[in-house]
Every structure is written in C-alpha cells, then in structure tokens.
C-alpha cells in the first residue's frame, strides 16, 4: 500500500526473451502494413517505389528488431530469429500462393515459362533471409542502446 509521500518502489522482473510467433507475427504485420503503404503511395499518388521488395523486407526486420531490442533489452537467440525468418517467408508464399490461385495462375506455368527461374527464385529468398537475419539483429542492437541511453536520462533527472 503506498502512502502519500511514498514514491513507487522500482520491480526489477527480468524480460522475457523474444518468443519466434511474436516476433515472427510481428514481421508479418509490418509487412502487411509497408504492402498497404506502397499499394497507396503507388496507386493513389502514381508514383512507383523503386525496390520495394528489398524496402519491405528491410524495413519490417528493422523495426521488429529494435522493438524486440527495447522491449527485452537482450539479443535474441539465433535459432528464434531463424525460426521466425522461416514463418514469415512461409506465409508470404502462401500470400502469393493465395494470389496466384485468385488471378488463375499457378507455378507451374511460371515455371514454365521461366525455365531456370526456381534456381533465381531459391537464390533470391536466401539472400532476402540471411539479409533479413542481419537486419533483425542490427535492429534489436539499436533497441537495447537506446533503451538503455533512455534509462539513463531518466536516471541523471531524477
């Protein structure tokens, strides 16, 4: 019970570490969210963002990164971070997956009409995951700094 001149006692509960659904859910989210904002910046105002693919891979990784990084204020494990690479590109597939089916496409055809473009395809996702691995990581870098310059500032006021 606090009394009027008590100020509230500081709880020191250590922070969860990142968990591979939540930070794999969150990726999907802010991807969602940068498809709906390029679909509005190309759409409505006609003016084509070049590289939106890498953007709206980075970007998501990025923010999801620093946010994992402020909030537990600990590096992810490299499996949690693999495993949530791994959700997020699965369900992106099966977004494209769902569109293709929805348009009456299918990856056969575009397999054949490509040729060799699986080994492309392959060659492109591995790159986006393990640039992606390095993003997260930088992300959650600069969350757990700038938490911790937050602490201190609020220290040095006190």
Partial sequence: ???TNEKPRQQSTPPKAANFLHVSLALCLLSILMGVLFFVIED???????????????VPAMMTGFYF????ETLMSAETRWLAILVWTSASYFYVLAAFQYHGLSL???????????WVFAGFTALMAVLSYFVIKSGEKTGIKNKIKTREKLANRA
């Fill in 1 to 3: 019970m606090l009394y």
């Fill in 108 to 118: 056969s055809d575009l397999f054949e009409e490509f040729g060799s473009f699986v």
């Fill in 69 to 72: 990084g402020h909030k537990t």
């Fill in 44 to 58: 409505m105002l006609g003016f084509e963002v070049p590289s939106a693919g890498v953007i709206s891979t980075a």
